[in-house]
């Protein structure tokens, strides 16, 4: 394929994306992303070990591994 196919090729998929507009189910969207309880107790004692650390600044900071070597 030359050059003027391919980007008259290109030219027409682009133009197809563009109008392109897919029928969405937001009620299901919403079912997806809202949390549930349950997720939330099976993370809980997980997540409790790690709470001590939450308010402590980062000790690591980018760009200090170059510095020491």
Do not use: C
């Not at 992303?33 to 980018?62: F, I, M, N, R, S």
């Amino acid at each position: 394929m030359g050059r003027g196919r391919q980007k008259a090729k290109h030219t027409k998929i682009a133009r197809e994306l563009k109008s392109f507009s897919p029928n969405v189910d937001y009620t299901q969207l919403e079912r997806e992303l809202t949390t549930h309880g349950e997720v939330d107790e099976q993370y809980a004692a997980e997540a409790a070990k790690w709470d001590e650390y939450a308010d402590e600044p980062d000790a690591y900071v980018p760009g200090d591994e170059q510095k020491r070597a």
